[in-house]
């Protein structure tokens, strides 16, 4: 089992609507939660961290983790073309500082 | 305030040869991360250096090494390169407090030819 999964995708939405991006973990002891968004051919940008369980708010972004069932997932609302990349969930196992990521998930929006 | 800095932005090198990458982190941050990441594929952690020291070390072999300096630059070697080394190469930094908040780099994109 991978550490950090994560839907390769293409995950496509038409503009406007919400786009749900999903990721989970097998470590029980991980503390701290990322997502990052990368364009092609460029280095992964910090959207939203997350650290308790539940959702956190970050202007069209919201993330929401789910320890218990070992989830975090990452919601666009109001999807934008721009919004088309690749999106990177990275996971702190706790510890003497490890941090993996996932293999992201490339999103379409559909103008 | 200044972002993480790579250089050079573009590298082109033959099998065998060997090459150095640089990296500079945020100020204030005292941990420097390297990961690469081949075309299409994820990002794969290399090293993990804080305070000068290598702190952690993914699953590469040894030709991949690198050293961090007193003002938390940081450095990354590949010697004997093969054609598969060909990818971009992250650095990221974060602060000693927030160790795990990395923020990345442009990143070098090398060549192997």
């Known amino acids: 089992q991978k550490e950090v999964e994560q839907n390769s995708g293409p995950l496509s939405v038409p503009e406007g609507a919400i786009a749900s991006l999903n990721c989970t973990y097998s470590?029980?002891?991980?503390?701290?939660f990322f997502w990052y968004r990368q364009y092609s051919g460029k280095s992964p940008e910090l959207i939203m961290s997350i650290y308790s369980n539940g959702d956190k708010e970050d202007g069209r972004f919201t993330a929401q983790l789910n320890k218990a069932s070992q989830y975090v997932s990452l919601l666009i609302r109001d999807s934008q073309p721009s919004d088309s990349a690749t999106y990177l969930c990275a996971v702190n196992s706790g510890g003497y500082q490890k941090v993996t990521f996932g293999t992201g998930t490339k999103l379409q929006v559909i103008p | 305030e200044a972002g993480v800095t790579q250089s050079p932005t573009h590298l082109i090198k033959t099998r065998g040869q060997q090459v150095t990458l640089r990296c500079s982190p945020i100020s204030g941050h005292t941990s420097v991360y390297w990961y690469q990441q081949a075309l299409g594929l994820g990002l794969q952690f290399l090293l993990w250096?804080?305070?000068?020291?290598?702190?952690n070390r993914g699953n590469f072999p040894p030709r991949f090494s690198g050293r961090q300096f007193p003002n938390y630059s940081s450095e990354l070697n590949v010697n004997a390169l093969e054609l598969e080394d060909s990818a971009l190469y992250l650095c990221?930094?974060?602060?000693?407090?927030?160790?795990?908040?990395?923020?990345f780099g442009p990143g070098t994109r090398l060549t192997v030819l």
């Open positions: 470590d029980r002891g991980s503390q701290s």
């Open positions: 250096y804080d305070e000068g020291e290598e702190r």
């Open positions: 990221a930094s974060s602060f000693r407090q927030a160790r795990d908040t990395q923020y």
